[in-house]
């Protein structure tokens, strides 16, 4: 059956052709009211990716620099690796870049991703710079040492699992 068939058949049932064209119009119709909504839905889809992936990356390099920080206050080694091998430059870059990121870009949870990121770039410049001091030697009272070791492995595990969570909300998508 031919598609010239079709339509002699349609054209010789007038009050057929008409409801179909009804119906193809309401069709249409539907359809350019849907391509906005459809287009909008895959931009914002768009725009939380960007955002998470954008979190994921600062959540991973974060949790790499509280593990070095974590090292240098644990190894003496570690500690003069720290102070002289240009890490601070890259916990400031991490920290700019997670301050350049603008809360209105971020809705809902990942809003409060956002400010736990910025306040473990403060955390870690915090910690920077009292390693970073050239009188630092751990002549910190023990109390107050084991509380730095303690706070900055919990700090560490927080980011990675803050990464852990963006990583499986990004596999939702």
Request: proline letters at 2%.
């Amino acid at each position: 059956m031919s598609l010239e068939v079709i339509f002699c058949w349609i054209e010789a049932h007038p009050g057929l052709a008409s409801w179909l064209q009804a119906f193809l119009s309401v069709l249409a119709i539907c359809a350019a009211g849907a391509l906005p909504i459809w287009h909008e839905r895959v931009k914002e889809i768009r725009q939380i990716e960007n955002t998470i992936t954008s979190l994921m990356y600062l959540a991973s390099e974060l949790t790499s620099i509280h593990r070095r920080l974590l090292r240098a206050l644990e190894s003496e080694d570690e500690c003069a690796d720290w102070r002289f091998g240009n890490k601070t430059h890259d916990l400031e870059m991490i920290c700019a870049l997670a301050a350049e990121i603008p809360a209105s870009m971020v809705v809902g949870e990942r809003m409060a991703y956002l400010f736990e990121i910025r306040k473990s770039c403060e955390h870690a410049k915090d910690l920077d710079f009292i390693i970073s001091e050239p009188s630092f030697d751990k002549s910190l009272s023990a109390y107050d040492f084991e509380e730095m070791l303690v706070r900055q492995a919990s700090e560490a595990e927080s980011i990675n699992a803050l990464f852990e969570v963006l990583r499986a909300e990004k596999k939702a998508l």
